[in-house]
DNA sequence: TCTGGGGTCCTAGGACCC
DNA sequence: TCTGGGGTCCTAGGACCC
């Protein structure tokens, strides 16, 4: 039987005990980081119902005494980054999943700290007394089950799920605790009559690939019968990288969405530069004012990282896209992602290489002026900050619907 | 006064090739 | 002449995660 060294650390309801933390008028009280919408609450705002994702006005409603506060975004980053250092204490097999979230293998480790256990209680007290934090803890053979057992010791608590004792404790759990399961799977779920993840395993895999599909019920029924082999992987390459913004209602006109369109290029390729990171197929979203989204996407033949380039490529697919919806008149969001994304090859650094068509082609005039543009710019930014200089266009008038520094918090994992 | 921003993976159909 | 099967890439949409 293999041991229980799989550890998933989760910080409970994060920008909301940071905020806790550094105010003590907002210990014991409902209240949310955010204002339009609810980035984060407290326990006491969720016992109301109240959940990150909400807007401001349904929160309000759920909870009228609900505290909004604004957010500290680098002291989470600081928090975030400080609670994960303490479980690198015990083990560099860490595999961070988001700001305040983390797996770490201790199998190689328990001859010098302990049993896993005794290093996750370890960890929960050192992040309470260091940092004032909480944090819950899953320990499994699996990195689903640890996921799943830190998930059950919320908040603020420790769940060891023992070996040889998987199924007995994964089987009595609703199906919306495993990993894959949102809404809609859980939903068509209930439709058969399967609630819990013991009827899930118990229903033949045939039936489960032909309700949610060949990979997601093969997954599921994986996962119930707790045959999950991944491992804790230390290293991570990003597939995608891009940006949207809101735009509350605006015409779909060219005048709202080509300076849109500038800003948000600007945003994703400067990060890729940033990382020497090329991509080659760019993909638009426009969202109408009922929410519905369409996307389209174009794949160029070699690799980009220009600003200008990916905005003509955007504008063009948006251009193209409105014409075939004549009667929408107004746009709610739009969003430009890069994916196909690679190192950039070094020869770049000297020269831009493959860019789309004649005017951009690498040795030519234009193709090196905006290369070089790009270039100068980044650098410009990282001595004297983002704002400091940028393209007249990207330049956006209007209220933020949310922070930058917030944006940049979800922007690390690149 | 409808619902933020950043990601990953899967599906299904069509084009194209062998 | 008609037919078959497999593989890869691209596009658009959707579910899910933090």
């Known amino acids: ?239 995608s990288a891009g940006a949207q913004s809101a735009l509350g209602r605006k015409p779909a006109t060219e005048s709202t969405y080509k300076p849109t369109l500038r800003h948000l290029a600007d945003r994703v390729t400067s990060r890729l530069r940033a990382k020497s990171l090329v991509g080659r197929t760019i993909t638009v979203r426009i969202r109408f004012a009922d929410m519905r989204s369409i996307t389209r996407s174009s794949t160029l033949d070699a690799p980009i990282s220009a600003t200008v380039i990916v905005a003509e490529v955007a504008e063009e697919l948006v251009r193209t896209a409105l014409a075939e919806y004549p009667r929408e008149k107004t746009i709610t969001l739009l969003a430009i992602s890069v994916s196909h994304i690679g190192a950039q090859p070094q020869i770049q650094l000297e020269l831009p290489l493959g860019l789309v068509d004649e005017k951009h082609r690498p040795g030519t005039r234009q193709g090196l002026a905006r290369w070089s543009a790009d270039r100068a710019m980044d650098k410009a930014r990282t001595r004297f900050g983002r704002e400091s200089i940028g393209y007249a266009i990207t330049q956006l008038e209007g209220r933020k619907s949310v922070p930058d520094a917030f944006r940049e918090l979800a922007e690390k994992n690149l």
């Open 1 to 239: 039987m293999t041991e229980a060294t799989i550890l998933h650390a989760d910080l409970d309801s994060f920008y909301a005990s940071v905020e806790q933390l550094l105010n003590p008028e907002l210990r014991g009280r409902a209240m949310a980081v955010g204002g339009g919408v609810v980035l984060a609450c407290s326990y006491e705002a969720k016992a109301f119902g109240v959940r990150g994702g909400m807007s401001g006005r349904k929160a309000k409603e759920l909870c009228p005494h609900l505290i909004f506060v604004h957010g500290h975004f680098d002291q989470y980053q600081r928090l975030g980054d400080a609670a994960i250092d303490v479980m690198r204490d015990y083990t560099p097999v860490i595999e961070r999943i988001s700001i305040d979230e983390a797996f770490a293998d201790v199998a190689g480790c328990t001859h010098l700290f302990g049993s896993p256990e005794t290093i996750a209680v370890t960890i929960r007290k050192r992040v309470r007394d260091e940092l004032g934090l909480p944090i819950s803890v899953g320990v499994a053979r699996t990195k689903h089950l640890a996921k799943v057992a830190s998930q059950v010791a919320k908040p603020d608590g420790l769940v060891v799920v023992r070996p040889g004792t998987e199924l007995e404790f994964l089987h009595d759990l609703p199906v919306g605790l495993m990993w894959g399961v949102g809404p809609v799977t859980e939903q068509k779920l209930r439709d058969e009559g399967i609630t819990t993840i013991g009827q899930l395993a118990n229903t033949p895999g045939k039936s489960l690939r032909g309700l949610l599909g060949e990979a997601v019920g093969e997954k599921l029924a994986d996962l119930a019968w707790d045959r999950d082999t991944r491992s804790v992987e230390t290293r991570h390459s990003a597939r």
